[in-house]
C-alpha cells in the first residue's frame, strides 16, 4: 500500500482540496471528466500516475467503492478514467466493476475493460482467475462485438488467460 499521510481528523491528506478541505473518494471520481487537474485527481485517488506507482497502488475501501460506481457515470469519460484505474486493483470488486464495464456502449470503454481483464502485468499481485461472468463476456465481444478494436483486445485478453499471448 502507498502510505497516505493523515491529518489529526484521519483524513488522508492527499484526498484534501484547496485550503485543506477534505475531498470524498465520489467528488474526487467526477472530477475525473476535467482534464485540468486529472493527475492530481488520479494522485488524490490512488496516489500515483506513473505504471511503476499504479502496479503498487492499493486504495482504501471508500476509494475503491467510489471508482466502482464510477463504471456507471453518465459521463463516458469517467467511466473510462475508473476502468483505467480499477485495472491496477486486484481486488475482486474491482474484477465486478471492470466486468460490468464490458457492457458499456463506448467502444473505447469496453476496449479498455477488455484490456484491465486480461493484463496480468498491470496487477503483478494478481492471480489471474476470472469470475466466470468476466470470461463469457469477453468471448461474447470477442466472437461478435461490432467493433473491431473491442473483439481484438477481448481475443488478446482471452489468449493471456490462456498462456496463449504475451502480456
Known sequence: MIPLCTSEKGVPLARRGRYGLPV??????KMLA?????????????????????????????????LAEGVHDPDS??????VQLLDHLDDPLALTALTAALGDPVPRVRRNACHALGCLACKPSWDGILPDAATDKLRQLAEADPNAKVRA???????????????
Open 153 to 167: 483486445e477481448a481475443d488478446r485478453a482471452l489468449g493471456r488467460r490462456r498462456g496463449d499471448a504475451a502480456p
Open 24 to 29: 470524498d473518494p465520489q467528488t474526487l471520481v
Open 34 to 66: 476535467h482534464r485540468p487537474g486529472r493527475l492530481d485527481t488520479i494522485r488524490r485517488l490512488v496516489g500515483g500516475v506513473t505504471a511503476t506507482e499504479l502496479r503498487r497502488a492499493r486504495v482504501d475501501q471508500p476509494t475503491l467503492d467510489a
Open 77 to 82: 469519460r469517467v467511466r473510462w478514467w475508473c
